[in-house]
Every structure is written in C-alpha cells, then in structure tokens.
C-alpha cells in the first residue's frame, strides 16, 4: 500500500505543485474579496453557484482532475501528439472564426451547451507541445534559417488568426515563444533587431515624418563619422550604413503610412492609435485610472482583506478577471503586492531550473515555453493594471477569473511535472 | 552543452527579474510615495462626481436645432450621509408617505451601496424642484440635487423620425457584448435617429474629483484635475430635413391618418417624412415619458406607428409608370404603342373596368399615362410576364418581373437610417405556386398591372419609386442625415452611392415622364399645378379591403398621389396617402402639391392659402375612432413650452 502510494507520486516536483496551489487559492480569495459585498451569506453562495468565486472553483475541481489525468498519463503520450494537437487547435481557431460568439468585443468563444470556452487559451499549450516537438526532432537544425522560420511560423500562425477573432492581448502573448527560441539558439542579434524594429514602427506612428527622417540623418551622418577610418578600410561597410538608412527611411515614409491608410481597417488604426496614447480613449484611461487609485490607495500594509473599497463598490471595472490584481494591492498593499509577485517569481525561476535539469531538449523548450507564457501574461496584466502597458485584456495566470484560463495554465504545469518526472528517458 | 547554454539561461532570468523590478518600482511609487491615491479612495475626503456628457444636438437643413437639450434635475441620495433630517417633509415635497421613501433608501443600498449615490426621484417636475431648492439645506449632505440633461424639441415636430430615449433597462444591462459602456440610470435612444446614431449621439461620461470640507461641501477640484476625466459630448447631427416642411407636413395631414414622404432625388436625404396623425416628441421627455407613452401606445389613432415606413398599401395607379418602364425595358411595347380600350380591359375572364371609354384615349404610352388607362396596364403588364424570351411566366417572366421590382426598392427594406421599415410584399412566382398551387397564369396576377392584387409597397417605396423616375434610372437610399460633425465613422457611406436601376434607357424614361406631367398639365392630377413649375405626377386610388367581423369587406379606398418636381431636373419627389379619403386626386393630390409649392418657392402663394385652409381643416379620420381618440388634448399640453419657428 505504502509502496504503490509512493510509486504514484514518484517524481513529482513538490515545490512547483506549492507555489500552483499557492496561487490559485490566492485568485479564489481575490475573486471573492472583489465580489464580497458584505452582507452576502457566503456558504449559501458556495452551495448555489452563482458568484464567480464559486464558479470558479468548480473550475478548479475541473483542472485538478484534469491534472491528476495528465499526471497518469504517459510522457510519450505528450511527444507522440504533439503535432496533431497542434492541428486540432488551430482548427478549433478557425472553426471559432465561423461559428464563435461575441463576448465584449472579441469574437473568440465557443459556447457548447451552456458554457463558454476560449480556444484561444487552449491554443497556446498545443502550440507549446508543437514547438517542443520541432526543436527537439533530429532532423531540425536550429542554426538554420530555414528551420528558424519555421519554428517562427508555428508560433505566430494561432496568433495570426487569434488577431482576426479581435483578441489581439491573447495574440500577442504568442510572441513569448521567441523567449524560448532565444534560448535554443536563436542569436541575441535578432532580439536587438525585433526590439529596434518595434522602436522604429512606433516612431513612426508617433514623431512627425520629417522630423523623424531629419533625426536619421543626423543619426546616419554620425556614424560614419565616428567610422570613417573603417569605412577607409572598408568599402562595404559604407554601402551597409547607408543601406540601412536608406530602408529605415522608406520604412518610415512609405510603409508604415501605406499600411496604416490601405491595409489595415479604419478602427484598427483607431485602436492603435489609443494604445500608444495619440488618441485618448477616455473608457481606456477611465479604467487605468480607477484600477491605479485602487492598488495605490493600498499603501504600504493595505487595507486588510475584504477591506478595499474601491473593489468591493464596483468602481473597478472587469475587476475579477483583467483587474484582478486591483485587489491584492489594495487590500494587501506593497507588502502584499511584493510577496505576490515574489511567488510568482519563484514559480518562474523554479520552472527554468527544471527546464535546464533535462536530458531531452523537448522537455526543456517545453519547459522554457512554459516559463515564458506565463511571464507574458504576468508582464503584461500588472503593467496594464498600473499604467504601465495599455489596456489589453489578457488574464493574470492562475488567479484571474475564467475557466479556460485556469485549465490551460493547469494541464501546462502539470504536462511539465509529468515530464520532468520522466526526465530520465529522452523524449523527442 | 548545458555550460554553453548557461549564460542564455542568465539572460533570459535577467529579462523575469528586470520586468518585476520595474513592477515593484512602480507599486512604491503608487502605494508608498505617493499619497493621492489613498485620499481619491477615500470617500470621506474627495468627492466623486460623475458628468453627464450633453447628448449631440439634431439640426435640419437649414441648420436651425429641431433637437436639443434641456436641463431638468435629479434628487440623488447617498444613503451613508442621511442623518437627521425632517423626512416627512421631504416626503410632502416629493407626495410620496415614509414607507415609499424607506423602500427606495433600500433599493438605493441594495443597487449601488452605500457610499454611493443613487437616484432617489428622478427627472423632478418644475413646480418639485422649485420647492425643494429653497430646503435642500435642510437634506443635504445626504441628498443633493444634480442637473440632468433631458431632450427637447423646439419645433415640436417629427416625433417618429427623430424617437426618444430612455432609460437603459436591466434586460440590457445584462447584454454586456451590446452594452457595455453603459451604466445603470443611463439613458439611450429607443427609436427613431436617436437610436440608429446611438453610437456618435451619446458622447463619453466624464468623472471630477473634488475635495470636501467637513461638512462635506464641495471645495474645488482635486490635485487641479489631474485625475479627472472630461465628459466628451456627443456629435451633432446635420439632417437633409426641412423642419418648416415637415412642420406643414404635419399640419396638412392633421385630422388625416395617412403619410407624407418628399425626398430629394439629387442626394436621396428625406425633406420631410409626415406619418398623421402625429404627436408632440416632447410628450416623450422629462417627468411623464412613462405615462404620457402608455396613453399615446393605447390611442386609438395609433400615433407611434410611423406610417410612412411601417405602413403598406396597394399603390393603386401610381404603379402604372412603373409597369410602363419595365414593358419598354423588356421591349414588348414601345413608347408609341396603343391599346385599343373600349372601357374595360376583356382579356381575362372578368372584364378589368376603366374610367375612359372614348376611343384613342390609349393611343400611345403618354396618353394611356394621363388617362389611366386600366386596359393598357392590364394589358402591358400580361405582355411583361408572358413574354416568349423568358419562356413564359411561370418559367422566368414572373420571376424577371419580381426582380425588377426589387431593384426598384419593392419588396424589401430599401435600408433608411431609421428602425423599423417595412418590407411590403412583392408577389413572385414562388408565392403564386404556393397560394395556387401552380395552376395560375398571368390572369391570376392581372391586378399587378394597375397597382391592386397582392402588390403592397410602403409610403417611402413610393417616393423612391419617383426619385427613380425623375433621375432616369438612379437613386441613392433615402435617409435622413446628411452630416454628421467630425465623423469618423462608416455611418453614411451606405447613403452617398448612387445605385442604378435595371439598365432601363433613357427614352424609356422620357415617355414615361411625359405621360406624367401630362397626368397633372390636363389629365387626372391638375389640381396640383403650381405656376411656373412643370410636375411630373400620378394620382391613385388603392382599393382597400379589410376583414370586419370574419367578412372580407371592401372598405373605403385610399387616396395617392406620387410626384416630382421640376420635371426637368427634379428637387423633390414626393408620395402622399391619406388613408379612407376616396379618389387621390381629392387631398392627396393637394397635399402634395402645397408641399412642393414651399420647397421650391418657400411659401405658399395667397392665390392657394384658400386650399391650403380647406386641406388643413378636413378630417378624414373615421369618427367613431377620433372619439375615443385624445391624441389632440395630449398634444395641447405638451410640458414643454414650443419655440414658435
């Protein structure tokens, strides 16, 4: 008895399940602190599901069974269907494009009798697998470019078609899998590149044209005065900064002005520009700003729990899914709000110790992909909630309301615990 | 490996630890450093004040305001801050007993809790406010007066095209995918303009934040505004509507039940759209929306019913043009084509009556146009549906037949920017096969030549129907707004492409438009001659059957009248029925014509002012109904005062 017990948990990276628990008990009391009215009977609404609290921890039975079938199933189970989940999650995304509904705004739900599920969440856990699968197969040589585009291609195909479902925040956390690249090899070059070349279509957008090609030039003529003895040296090293100069010149006076009045929709634009604060989007900032006075009304030792007022009278909007870090710093203040994100922390460094303990590289990209996702979502959902980032609505992993969010981060983590409790075969 | 990989590892921990201390940076300076937040979160020491942005003002062509705002006022309650007042008092100003006031306090609590203010009576009357301003002292801080905007309608005119708003419902509350923006207490447009340009209407609420003293009075704005958020008002709308038209629309049709449609053929924007009888729109703003809309919902006059677009009727003889322009199209007669009509049309089994008799009086097209020839039509119509190149009606005649008549706006809903139009119904050969089960010829359907039978086009299909006339072949979706003030939205892209009608030429039209100004030079339509201006017209009478007491029973017909004008470039196109009133010639025809007379002359020559009185006084409407009816005694008191234009 003893035995088969031990044999059932064997392997399991206890820390990794702590810090799970740790935060998903943490969100259930979150959603329920932003619900709490005060006088609600608690263990009537428990019983009778209609707060979210309660719905979501029957979402939490889900995923724990969920888990605990992950966990009995077999590693190579993960490998050998890697490419046809992939598959079947982008056929799950298209077949959202035609039949999905919409829910404020986004067409990216399915509704199968009664409950709402978004794929899209979905997606990112068959896309993770399909990408460890690639990079870990033989054939795929990560030095080549060939191989590199491909592996470009299969993470950014779902968020191509996850943008045209309007949820461009879910989008845009596929763009983590370059984390993951880097890590395998990709050169660090290319992260320098990707991040001058959002530096440069965001100028664009925002400087004046001419001021901007004024500040290329001068930019231009003072590196080939600082490298005019190579340039002497070196013929070509001319024809490279000028060729440079010559693209980010077009790139800014013709491309992006061409893309932005002929290809892309005339709301788009719009959306882009509130993003970047060119147009005020007076919902967008009203949001920000309630959710700022919330956390920053916190103070140093918070409120207290069930003690915030700015969540408990609804002054914060979407305040038990996107803003649901609202309450943890108000309630809890910058003491609570550093050990919250100290967890996370640790829950992110504990993965990548897992992923570099691995013989077989698709347990690591997996484990690495893991690691990223859940860092974007993190990034990203605590800049927007303190004026950081722009509103994009995209959940804080584990802990904010939703189903479909808690199972994907659920049988993402526990696909990584399976695997790293096998790490002694090599698994491709 | 692993050691190659090592600094990677390194970097990527960086990029993690980066980004939290950026975080953490950030929440000490949010929740240590700085000491604004904490006080805009509390209740006790700022006061948060929504603002009402001013919804977008309507203007008519000539840009005088047919729709603006108002401001009336609110009694706000913050339940926390009731203390020690005379609530009897405040009950007698208000006429509601403690036990009333008690359940709205609870009600209050139970939508927005405590500390937030609810509406306790909304939208005060006059004579309310005035008390309670002078005792407010005695109720504040817990209650607080707050100005609202209401709508209000200066010309008193065009209720239905313009709708109203109300307040949003729970039901849409709930509906967070289409309302999602809104909040509880908000209000939106329910009908009319005022709902289809919601969006550009509504404008943005605001939030201000302002300090209070102990005592909880206002004291300026906090940290000089920095955290408010300014209310952005909705954008105006710039209608092609004639308000001083429509107001003579208006009372033209007075006393009628019927509807006027004038519509500008060059731009489709609607001149004036007139559903009689109509009602005062300020009957439908501040403190007796609710009462006064059950009691114009239950009168017998069905004043919310916009005729015009919800209303269909067999067109009668003013769908002769029509059925001539499709019979020159499909090439089965020619503008010089003549039927030899001897006062009734035999070609089916039962002879088709005409008013005419004398011979020749349907020698050609234009004669058989001003004439109303009953046979002609009959017989162009049969000649339409049975041609031999469509291999015969039941084959594809009735069908290319149908499809004419969708492109000519028939049959669907043509897409004005107000909710609601009608379809109408235009027969086709599925619906002949399923009403006769396919043994049915061009007999069956012999009526469709003169406007009768199963044909049934709204009031605004009509005066399409002219537009395409008078533009040979074009027109654009009529619609009302022309503008709207710093759009940026798609809104009227629809309403700025010309649409062409079949490929129908050019002297196809010419002949047709000659036999209309003929109809109103020396034929049917003379009563609507105005000096100096050729008009192109067709009168109509629709034979009208009802079913009363299980019987199908002909009842009294409706009078039409289709025109345009000038002829030779038209400005306006036009279609009038004045329900139950007998021939068209009789009120439609003069109703019609007085309209054109002020659109393109701007008044009304004293020459006519005897006919223009005449029509104004005539009742139409059945006595019996107009009895039961207190649409006038509700449009006399009216609560809000009329500008006089």
Redesign the interface.
């Known amino acids: 008895m003893n035995r088969s017990q031990a044999k059932l948990t064997q392997g399991i990276d206890w820390p990794i399940v702590g810090l799970y628990l740790a935060l998903v008990i943490i969100g259930i009391m979150s959603i329920f602190a932003a619900e709490y009215r005060g006088d609600d009977n608690v263990w009537q609404d428990i019983i009778h599901p209609g707060k979210n609290y309660s719905r979501q921890l029957i979402w939490l039975g889900i995923s724990l069974v969920l888990a605990a079938v992950i966990w009995l199933t077999d590693s190579k189970f993960f490998t050998a269907t890697a490419n046809l989940m992939y598959a079947g999650g982008l056929l799950l995304l298209l077949l959202v494009l035609g039949i999905g509904k919409d829910v404020k705004g986004s067409h990216s739900w399915l509704v199968i009798g009664g409950f709402q599920f978004q794929p899209a969440e979905l997606t990112k856990l068959c896309t993770n697998l399909a990408l460890a699968k690639y990079l870990s197969s033989q054939e795929t040589d990560f030095t080549k470019l060939r191989s590199r585009l491909i592996a470009a291609a299969l993470a950014l195909i779902p968020a191509g078609i996850i943008i045209l479902q309007d949820e461009t925040g879910l989008a845009l956390v596929y763009f983590s899998f370059f984390l993951v690249m880097f890590r395998e090899g990709l050169p660090g070059v290319l992260l320098v590149i990707a991040f001058s070349g959002i530096v440069l279509v965001l100028s664009a957008l925002l400087v004046d044209r001419t001021v901007l090609f004024i500040i290329f030039t001068v930019i231009t003529a003072l590196v080939i005065y600082f490298s005019r003895r190579e340039i002497k040296r070196k013929r070509s090293r001319l024809a490279l900064i000028l060729g440079v100069y010559a693209f980010c010149g077009l790139f800014v006076m013709f491309i992006v002005p061409f893309v932005f009045t002929k290809v892309l929709k005339d709301y788009q634009v719009r959306r882009i520009e509130v993003m970047l604060g060119k147009e005020n989007d007076p919902k967008a900032t009203y949001n920000t700003r309630q959710s700022m006075i919330a956390i920053g009304s916190g103070g140093f030792w918070g409120k207290g729990y069930l003690k915030g007022t700015q969540t408990r009278y609804d002054f914060v909007p979407e305040q038990s899914t996107d803003f649901i870090f609202c309450t943890i710093g108000e309630d809890f203040g910058f003491f609570g709000s550093v050990i919250f994100l100290a967890i996370f922390v640790a829950l992110l460094f504990r993965i990548i110790f897992v992923a570099e303990r691995q013989r077989s590289t698709f347990t690591r990209v997996y484990a690495y992909g893991v690691a990223s996702i859940i860092f974007f979502h993190l990034a990203i959902n605590i800049a927007m909630t303190i004026g950081l980032a722009p509103v994009i609505g995209i959940p804080l992993p584990l802990v904010s309301y939703g189903g479909s969010s808690l199972m994907t981060f659920t049988m993402l983590i526990f696909i990584l615990l399976r695997l790293d409790a096998d790490r002694q075969m090599v698994l491709r | 490996m692993?050691v190659f990989?090592q600094p990677?590892?390194r970097?990527?921990?960086m990029?993690?630890?980066g980004?939290?201390i950026?975080?953490?940076t950030?929440?000490?300076f949010?929740?240590?450093v700085?000491k604004?937040?904490?006080k805009?979160?509390?209740?006790n020491a700022v006061l948060r004040k929504v603002i009402y942005p001013s919804r977008g003002i309507i203007y008519d062509r000539q840009n005088r305001s047919i729709l603006g705002n108002d401001v009336l006022y609110d009694l706000v309650v913050t339940p926390a801050s009731v203390k020690n007042i005379d609530t009897a008092y405040l009950c007698n100003i208000l006429k509601i007993d403690t036990e009333e006031f008690r359940k709205r306090i609870i009600t209050a609590i139970v939508k927005?809790?405590r500390?937030?203010q609810s509406v306790f009576a909304p939208l005060l009357a006059p004579e309310v406010f005035g008390q309670l301003q002078e005792s407010m002292y005695l109720f504040s801080p817990g209650f607080e007066l707050v100005p609202r905007q209401i709508r209000s309608y200066p010309y008193a005119a065009a209720a239905n095209i313009l709708g109203y708003i109300a307040e949003i419902s729970p039901a849409m509350l709930k509906d967070?995918?289409n309302y999602?923006?809104y909040n509880s207490g908000d209000y939106l447009g329910f009908t009319g303009l005022e709902k289809t340009y919601e969006s550009v209407l509504m404008g943005?609420r605001?939030?201000q934040y302002l300090i209070k003293d102990n005592l909880n009075r206002p004291q300026g704005s906090y940290e000089n505004g920095e955290?408010d958020?300014?209310a952005?008002a909705g954008k105006n709308l710039r209608l092609s509507l004639d308000v001083e038209l429509q107001v003579l629309g208006e009372k033209l049709m007075k006393g009628k039940s019927g509807s006027i449609v004038a519509i500008d053929p060059q731009t489709g924007g609607i001149l004036a759209m007139v559903s009689g009888p109509s009602f005062d729109p300020n009957l439908l703003t501040g403190p007796y929306r609710s009462a006064n809309f059950s009691k114009l919902y239950t009168d017998t006059t069905k004043p919310l019913f916009n005729r015009a677009i919800q209303a269909t009727y067999p067109p009668g003889s003013t769908f002769k043009p029509m059925i001539a322009l499709v019979g020159l199209d499909e090439g089965v007669i020619t503008p010089s084509f003549g039927y030899p009509c001897g006062g009734a049309y035999y070609g089916c089994s039962r002879p088709i009556k005409c008013e005419h008799h004398d011979a020749g009086h349907a020698a050609n097209l234009r004669l058989a146009l001003s004439h109303s020839c009953n046979s002609y039509f009959s017989h162009v119509y049969r000649l339409s549906v049975d041609a031999g190149k469509f291999g015969g009606i039941k084959v594809g005649g009735m069908q290319k037949w149908a499809d004419y008549m969708n492109s000519f706006g028939f049959g669907h809903k043509i897409g004005i920017d107000i909710p609601s139009e009608g379809r109408g119904l235009v027969p086709d050969k599925k619906y002949y096969d399923a009403r006769y089960k396919g043994s049915w010829n061009s007999c069956t359907s012999v009526f469709l030549g003169i406007g009768q039978g199963e044909l049934l086009l709204t009031p605004l299909q009509m005066a399409n129907a002219m537009c395409i006339v008078a533009n040979r072949g074009s027109f654009y979706i009529p619609h009302f707004v022309a503008s709207i003030d710093n759009d940026?939205t798609?809104l009227l892209d629809k309403y700025k492409e010309k649409h062409d009608v079949a490929h129908i030429s050019d002297t196809a039209y010419s002949a047709v438009i000659h036999g209309m100004t003929d109809v109103v030079e020396s034929g049917t339509g003379r009563i609507a001659q105005i000096e100096g201006i050729t008009i192109g017209g067709k009168t109509g009478t629709a034979e009208n059957y009802g079913i009363v007491n299980g019987v199908r029973t002909k009842l009294k017909n409706h009078a039409v009248f289709v025109a345009f004008a000038p002829a030779e470039k038209a400005r306006i196109a036009i279609a009038v029925i004045v329900e139950n009133s007998g021939f068209g010639a009789k009120y439609a025809a003069p109703i019609a014509s007085l309209m054109m007379e002020k659109y393109l002359k701007d008044s009304i020559s004293t020459k006519r002012q005897p006919l223009l009185k005449t029509v104004m006084e005539t009742v139409t409407i059945d006595a019996a109904m107009l009895a039961k009816s207190h649409l006038d005694s509700l449009n006399n008191n009216a609560v809000i005062k009329k500008k006089t234009p």
């Open positions: 692993s990989n990677r590892k970097v990527i921990q990029i993690i630890l980004m939290v950026l975080i953490i950030r929440l000490f949010l929740q240590i700085e604004k937040y904490a805009l979160a509390d209740a927005n809790g500390v937030r967070t995918a999602s923006s943005q605001g939030i955290f958020s300014a952005i940026n798609h």
